[in-house]
């Protein structure tokens, strides 16, 4: 079945000529679909009646039925799960900031990258989200706050370089001038470390911002959370990363999800700061979120504050990050756990 918001400009001209439609018809639905995010036919009033139809039944708009909506009363973060055509659930997060809205999006239903501390793994991967649905994440969320989303966020369930073309694909629809323009630099890409495709993704020169999960200091403990480590070496990962930064001039910001007892040890600090020491690149400290089936506590604010504050003085940009939205299940997975619980 053709996915009519997945594709190219260039695609909906050819599909034109094969229907007998004029080749601009091409540029009138794509404004529709991209940058008024129209969800049905009817709306594309500059159509006519004929062709409207003719789509509706041939080329199904898929788009995201909002099933839960929840807003924290503690930060305005807002949480959505919403349902695709195939009644599967992914869930998406609203985040306010000063410099505008930011949208974080899930690329998989369910993920198979198996990490210790995420929910979003637990059950695996049921499949990956085509870009007509990773759009539709951020069309609905805007359509639904009325306001403007600046950033997006590709952080939410899945491994999106494990949806390689499909996430390609989104980007170049998200930026897209006749579409909601998001500036390419106002994207961000979070993968666990598929080294391979990081050195794809930098050779495609998309100057997208690159999040990387590293939630450690060696291959050891990296491997005791993330089974991903066993495939790729921490050495391996750094350099696709230098090569990702010299390629797009884009500094690399790596997470760091402190767990206690796990990665939090001033030792720890000092390892990875000497690992990172003259790297362009960020560090993200998040306290872990407790998921109730994992064994993972958070270290007290304290120790995320000291750790952050000696890998700053071993010359390492870093920052605690702000907790938001913790009181409507926020964090990857947890939301749409529930829901199917
Ligand atoms: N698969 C991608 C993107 C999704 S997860 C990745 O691994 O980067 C987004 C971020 O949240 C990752 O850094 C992930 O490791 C982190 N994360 C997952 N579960 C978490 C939890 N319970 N507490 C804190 N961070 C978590």
Redo the contacts with the bound molecule.
Sequence with gaps: MTDIRSMYKTELKELMERLGQKSFRAGQIFKWLHASMADSYEEMTDLSKALRSEMAEKFPIYGARCVTHLKSSIDGTEKFLFALHDDNVIESVLMRYNHGNSVCISSQVG?R?G?A???STLEGCVRDLSASEMLAQVYSIQKISGERVSNVVV??S???LDNYDNLIRFIKLLSDPDGLNISRRSITV???GLVPKIIELADEELAITL?V?L?APNDEKRKALMPVAKKYSMDELLSSCRYYFEKTGRRVTF?Y?LVEGANDSREDAKELAKRLSGMNCHVNL?P??P?EERDCKRPAAEACRAFAGALDKYGVNATVRRELGSDISA??GQLRRSYLN
């Design positions: 993920c990258m990490c501390f995420c929910a952080m939410g899945g491994e999106p979070s993968t666990c999040a999960s939630h997470e999800a998040i872990v979120n998921v964090s990857c």
